[in-house]
Nanobody, 114 residues
Framework: EVQLVESGGGLVQPGGSLRLSCEAS????????MIWFRQAPGAGLEWVAR???????YYTGSVKGRFTISRDNAKNTLYLQMNSLKTEDSAVYYC????????RGPGTQVTVSS
């Protein structure tokens, strides 16, 4: 059974940093392209970052240069390092396999506020 569990969210001031984690199980994590999404209140899902093994990492324009996606294959864990956070980054963040984007974890709340 595929399981994805996000963690690491919280309340942070504008300009601050957070690192999100996504613990994965039930599939060949090291060979699998992974993606981070987010959903702000009243908004749709927004793609944030994607990591493709052997090909590279990709980011939506609004987070480029501020967010970094990475993974630890030994721990089956995907990360999202978020720096220089802005109020508009506030959302619930989810991880998923790139090929199965409808199957997400429960998400982790990120709130950027002074």
């Amino acid at each position: 059974e595929v399981q994805l569990v996000e963690s690491g969210g919280g309340l942070v001031q504008p300009g601050g940093s957070l690192r999100l984690s996504c613990e994965a199980s039930g599939f060949a994590f090291s060979d699998t392209a992974m993606i981070w999404f987010r959903q702000a209140p009243g908004a749709g899902l927004e793609w944030v970052a994607r990591d493709e093994p052997g090909r590279g990492s990709y980011y939506t324009g609004s987070v480029k240069g501020r967010f970094t996606i990475s993974r630890d294959n030994a721990k089956n864990t995907l990360y999202l390092q978020m720096n220089s956070l802005k109020t508009e980054d506030s959302a619930v963040y989810y991880c998923a396999r790139y090929a199965f984007q409808n199957h997400r974890g429960p998400g982790t709340q990120v709130t950027v506020s002074s």
